[in-house]
């Protein structure tokens, strides 16, 4: 039996990992549309890859597989069906609807090099750059000023964490709570399909889940449980359709820890404010530490999900652990001011390469050191545009393949 991809501890030595190298779509970014495209700043472009290309170098040099997910596309639409199908769904999941657009932007697309398509979808299509190719005018094309985008850019595509998790050895595909996020998932529904990497490798539904849900509000605590964050990008609504998929129709898992956190912007995922650094220990931003709720899913009678309270996060992960001793790690020393700072640079937003040893951003400096007085190394990468996007190094990567710890 070839040997397959699997996700089964959120900790596990990283095999193999998905990565999108920030690229033209960030250029497309203008202060106008900052807050419709989920931006709070411009990143410089030049310093941004430079950046990334250092966190990848970092994920090889410690033994992961790195894959680009523009490189997985570009492999996929040189066959022409995949090509004419995945620009057909883009123009379908657009807002456009004017025939002579759509036919316009399906032709002329068409007739790109693999590459040079699958960078125009993720950057953003202008209107401009067709506008000499149409028979007539229709009203966007006298609207420039108001939005210059027939097709908007996706900016948010390199925090790959959040199109998805594999889940064991299938992949869940987030269903994006944000209008400005939904297309990135069709990137993922093609690759999954069509590449030869995921020839192994299941979807975990193919019916789209319920919005919303977010691969940086689903952690992979062990072979019987999960955890997911309920959080402003994802919905109860969402956590009970795959609770009952997981418990109750396919018997993956035994049980879901649900944590709520706070709906706001800042804590917009749980890996914003806490994330697993090793087979017993937890990052968690202390702001949080007295407002969250837990809550405890698992199969009940008559093949329903049955939902309890009256869990503190440490006892409900203990629970899961097998009453394993836990560690909760607070950022920035446990202290509020420098806490808060570094929760807005993504400081409890670490990467697990193997159990006990991290990667963060340099600019969390108090978080780090925490972090090494307790026994856990920290790898730092540079993060000064990186960090405009509000994502650290866990949402910049979506794990393919992790050891199982023994």
């Keep these: 039996m070839e040997n397959t991809m699997q996700v089964w501890s959120d900790v596990g030595r990283l095999k193999k990992v998905l990565l999108h190298r920030p690229g033209q779509e960030l250029e497309n970014l203008t202060p106008r549309y900052l807050e419709d495209l989920l931006f709070d700043e411009i990143p410089w472009l030049a310093q941004a890859q430079k950046e990334?290309?250092?966190?990848?170098?970092?994920?090889?040099?410690?033994g992961a597989e790195v894959y680009y997910i523009t490189e997985l596309l570009a492999d996929i639409v040189k066959d022409p069906q995949v090509k004419s199908d995945l620009i057909k769904r883009h123009l379908k999941a657009s807002p456009l609807i004017e025939a002579d657009v759509l036919n316009t932007i399906y032709n002329y697309l068409s007739e790109q090099e693999p590459q040079e398509l699958v960078a125009k979808l993720i950057a953003g299509f202008p209107k401009k750059e067709i506008q000499h190719l149409k028979k007539y005018h229709s009203?966007?094309?006298?609207?420039?000023?108001?939005?210059?985008?027939?097709?908007?850019?996706?900016?948010?595509?390199?925090f790959t964490?959040?199109?998805g998790a594999m889940i064991g050895p299938n992949l869940q595909i987030s269903s994006m709570f944000n209008p400005a996020r939904r297309l990135e998932t069709i990137f993922m529904r093609f690759i999954q399909k069509y590449h030869?990497?995921?020839?192994?490798?299941?979807?975990?539904?193919?019916?789209?889940?319920?919005?919303g849900i977010e691969g940086?509000?689903?952690l992979v605590l062990n072979e019987e449980t999960l955890v997911i964050g309920l959080s402003e990008r994802t919905t109860e609504e969402a956590i009970e359709w795959i609770a009952h998929?997981?418990?109750?129709?396919?018997?993956?898992?035994?049980?879901?820890?649900?944590?709520?956190?706070?709906s706001r912007r800042a804590y917009m995922h749980l890996d914003t404010v806490f994330t697993m650094v090793d087979t017993d220990k937890f990052l968690m931003y202390p702001g949080i530490k007295d407002v969250v709720t837990t809550y405890w899913l698992e199969k009940g009678s008559d093949d329903k999900v049955s939902a309890s309270s009256g869990y503190n996060l440490q006892g409900a992960l203990r629970k899961a652990l097998k009453q394993k001793p836990i560690e909760i790690v607070y950022s920035g020393a446990n202290e509020e001011i420098t806490a808060a700072r570094e929760q807005w640079g993504d400081s409890t937003n670490a990467l697990a390469v193997k159990p006990g040893t991290v990667v963060c951003y340099d600019r969390n400096e108090a978080t780090n050191e925490t972090l090494r007085r307790h026994g856990v190394d920290v790898i730092e990468i540079d993060s000064s545009e990186l960090v405009r996007g509000r994502g650290g190094p866990r949402c910049m990567s979506m794990p393919l393949d992790r050891e199982t710890p023994s």
Excluded: C, W
Excluded at 52 to 62: K, T
């Design 52 to 62: 990334h290309d250092g966190f990848a170098g970092v994920l090889r040099d410690n």
């Design 139 to 158: 009203l966007s094309d006298l609207t420039l000023d108001s939005y210059p985008f027939y097709l908007a850019p996706l900016p948010n595509m390199y």
């Design 161 to 163: 964490r959040d199109h």
């Design 196 to 211: 030869p990497l995921f020839k192994n490798v299941e979807l975990a539904f193919h019916e789209e889940i319920p919005y």
């Design 216 to 218: 940086g509000d689903v």
């Design 245 to 262: 998929k997981y418990l109750v129709e396919k018997g993956l898992i035994k049980q879901i820890v649900v944590i709520q956190i706070p």
